[in-house]
Structure formats: C-alpha cells, structure tokens
C-alpha cells in the first residue's frame, strides 16, 4: 500500500473494519466445532456473555468517551433483538445444517444488507464503484445458495438460515451506526446483556440441554473475541467511516472464515463455491478502492463525542488543551471547505 493510501481518510476505518473481520471470521467454523449437540439459544447465550464480559472489561472514562443515555436503550433492544438474538440462533442452526465453508462465505452478503439500510436510513453516499461492488456480492451469494441447493434440502435449509442471520447482523449493523459515537465498551455491554438473558431464558423454556463446561469455555472465550472484542473494532470502524464501507470492509470475515475451516479439514469445497467467492472478494477490492471528495458545507452542529484537535474540524479552545482523544460536549461553527472525506458523524450531506 502507497503513502497516498495511507493518506486517505478511509484507511482508519478499513483497517479497524479489517481487524473486526479477523476475529469474527475466525470464529465461525469454531462455534460450528464447539456448538455439535447444543441448542441454537444455548449457544447463542455463551457467546454473548463472553461479549457481555469484554464490553464491561473495556468501558473507558467518562472525560475519554461519551456515554451511553437513556434515551438510547430502545436502539440497543433493536440491536440485541437482531444481532445477539436472531442473527446468532440462526446461524447456530445454519451451521449444523451445513458446511462451514459454504456458511462463513455467505456471511459475506451481510455487507449487502449493511450498505442498502445504510443508504436507505442515513442516506450514506452510495457511488457507481458501491453499487457494483454490492452486484458483485449479491451475485456471489446467490451462486453459494445454488450451489448448496444441489446438495440436498438439508443444505438449502442450512444456508436459508445463515441467510436470515446475515439480514438480522445487517439490520444491527445499520442501528448501531447511530451508537458509534458512545463509548463502544458500553454499547457492546449493553447488547451482549439483553441478548444474553433472552437466548438464556429461551434455551431454557425450551428445555436445551446443558452444555459440557468444556465447550460452555470455548464458546465463552470464542464470544469474547469474535463477538465482543471484534462488534469493539466494528462500533470504531462505523465512527472512523460510516455504516455502508464498514459492512464492505468487514466482508473479509467470510473468507478468513472459510480458509479456516478448510484448515480444520472441511471439505466442501466446489467450483461454484469457488466462483462466487471470487465474484464477492472483487466486491470488496472495489470497495477498498473508493476515494471520495469535493467542496462541502458543514452546518452548526453541537454534539459529544471523542474526539482530537488535529483533525481539521475540532478548533474549539480549551482553558488547558487535553492529550490525544478526548469526549466532552462541543460546538462546530458553520464552515464551507473542501477535502477527501467519509461518511462519519460529520460528513453525512446528501449528495
């Protein structure tokens, strides 16, 4: 990668999208291996509240991050609803329904769903290299559903579950947009929480049976770092360049995913499989190689959130300037400029 690469302003972002990637790809083929014989709520509860324990462990200072309010709790049951319910008992489901290669490679089209809401609620800017890229993955996972369809209704089944799971991450993905700005240890606390009791309560209603305290351990530990430390790196990557390029970027989890399962010995692999992993990696190379800038107007705005002075948008004055990143409310004066930019919480002009 150049220096002009690292100059643009989306490399923060994409690279904390990339980090979130790594751990949650990782995770799935070992949530397949570790969760053989338990129940989807059952599984679902120890994941999150291996998150639930990262996000309390990880909460920052009140002058470092900002808060999160009251008025937020409704957003975080969305969020809980479909990503630390819905999303994680469907692909537990899926992935005892088929292979985990297949399934890690169809996650990839969470970033379709992420990139449609994302326009659709904060009308993030969506250019001719998106929408190809969003053509790319959605033609890459119609050709896994085919593929998996020939191999018996069991499969199709399987994948029309993981299918479901990456709908309700992508809805998820859009709603925590709005919480990027809040201090990510608290929104992943209060997500892992709420999912956390409800699968808890469900598995037990339903009478799922206990799990052996070694794979209760590894699915505790897999949830603290696929599913907590890795929504951390996502809720940053969100703030660094919005919701749309995060979901994009963070497409990269399905392929760590499926190369790791064929690590462990899967070998489901197929030509199709093949093809429509390819189309969806072209789609998140042509994502990758968006840069986006023009003339811009910025409004007042009066806000908090963490931030720094060498920005080029926080020239507030402080009686005694604060070290590096700092959270307190601020004010931003109206001004018309022009330079490369994203949609973070200061750049979401309609275009």
Known sequence: MTARHFSLPAVRGGLLALL?????GVSTPLVQHFGKGLGAFTT??????????????????????????RSDFPRLLSMAAFGAVLGPVA????????????????????ALFTAVLARLLYQETMDRRVWAA?????????????????SGATQLWGMLAVLVATAAWGADN??????????????????AAIG????ALLAWLLGEPWPALEAALA?????ASGYGLSLRFYLLAQRAFGAARTGS????????GAAFAIALGDRSGTWAMAVGGLLMMLGVALHLAESHGHEHSHASLEHEHAHRHDDGHHDHTHDVLPAGSHSHPHVHEPVRHAHAHVPDVHHQHIH
């Open 134 to 150: 969003m053509l790319l993955l959605l033609v890459g996972g119609v050709a896994l559903v085919l593929d998996q369809g020939r």
């Open 249 to 256: 970027v963070f497409a990269f989890a399905p392929f760590i």
């Open 196 to 199: 956390t009791m409800a699968t």
């Open 20 to 24: 979130a990637a790594l751990l949650f």
């Open 174 to 191: 859009t709603l925590s947009r709005a919480l990027a700005e809040r201090d990510p240890g608290q929104v992943v606390l209060g997500k």
């Open 219 to 223: 699915l505790f530990a897999i949830g």
């Open 91 to 110: 692909l537990a489901w899926g992935l005892q329904h088929t292979s985990g290669t297949s399934a890690s490679l169809m996650l990839t089209l969470e």
């Open 44 to 69: 679902a509860a120890l994941l999150y509240a291996g998150a639930a324990a990262v996000g309390l462990a990880s909460r920052q200072r009140i002058e470092r991050e900002a808060r999160v309010m």
